[in-house]
C-alpha cells in the first residue's frame, strides 16, 4: 500500500535508476549524503524543464535518487 506521503517524481522510475546509475559512474558508489545531494543538484541543472518543477517536486527526486544510490527501494 503506498504511503499519502510517498513522493511523487516527474521523472520515470527508469529514469531515477538511470540518473543513479550515472551519478555513481561520474561520481563513485561511496559518497556520504551532503556530497551525493551536491553529485545530484549537479546532474538535475542539465534536465531541460527542471526549472519549472516545485521545490518539493526536486526534493522528492532527490530523495528518490538517493534512494536507488544507497539501493534503496520505494515500496509500491
Known amino acids: 500500500m503506498a504511503s ?6 516527474f521523472l520515470t522510475p527508469d ?5 543513479g546509475q550515472y551519478i555513481i559512474e561520474d561520481f563513485g558508489s561511496e559518497l556520504p549524503e551532503g556530497e551525493l545531494i551536491e553529485a545530484i543538484a549537479l ?19 532527490i530523495r ?3 534512494n536507488q ?6 515500496k509500491p
Open 43 to 61: 546532474v538535475l541543472e542539465n534536465i531541460p524543464g527542471i526549472e519549472s518543477e516545485s521545490n518539493r517536486s526536486i526534493q522528492g527526486l
Open 4 to 9: 499519502k506521503n510517498s513522493p511523487k517524481a
Open 64 to 66: 528518490l535518487i538517493g
Open 15 to 19: 529514469q531515477i535508476a538511470d540518473l
Open 69 to 74: 544510490y544507497y539501493g534503496r527501494r520505494q
